[in-house]
């Protein structure tokens, strides 16, 4: 069965440098071809069930959730995904990976991203840790690079 897409256009792309990068991964569902890459600083939103109450602002995604941001080079899975525009806050829960092209990834039970404080937090499920794997950039370390003359 083929899962409703909404992209949600309102999502503050400043705000979001860091879940969405954080937020890619190179899962079986292939690439993206030409008529499914959104515009850009669009969040594309595949799942199961999306509903949207205008009365609380929150934007609610559940089953099998994918968040694409294609500019960031970056995907997250979830089973439920939730946006509230009020707050500024993302909240992925359920089953959480988060991966950015570059290979940086994250596996938690539930992230919550505050757009306002460009902060994330991430909370294991009971008994289990959070995952985190970041690739460092030696290239640019402060003991390799030279000042500018």
Known sequence: MISRVAAIKPLRRRNLAFL???LAAAF??????AEQIPEAGLITIES????????????TA???VRLIHVDRGVVATSRQAQYFTKEERIV???DVDVVQ???????????IYLLDEE????????????????RLD????????????
Do not use: H, K
């Open 92 to 94: 992925l829960s359920g």
């Open 101 to 111: 092209d570059d290979g940086n990834r994250m596996q938690a039970e539930r992230l």
């Open 62 to 64: 559940s089953g099998n």
């Open 138 to 149: 030696l290239n640019n370390s402060p003991e390799t690079s030279t000042p500018d003359s």
């Open 119 to 134: 902060r994330a937090v991430a909370t294991p499920a009971e008994g289990r840790q959070v995952f985190s794997q970041w």
């Open 48 to 59: 199961d069930q999306q509903s949207a109450d205008n009365s609380t602002g929150v934007i």
């Open 28 to 33: 079986a569902w292939g690439p993206l071809n």
């Open 20 to 22: 969405l990068p954080v």
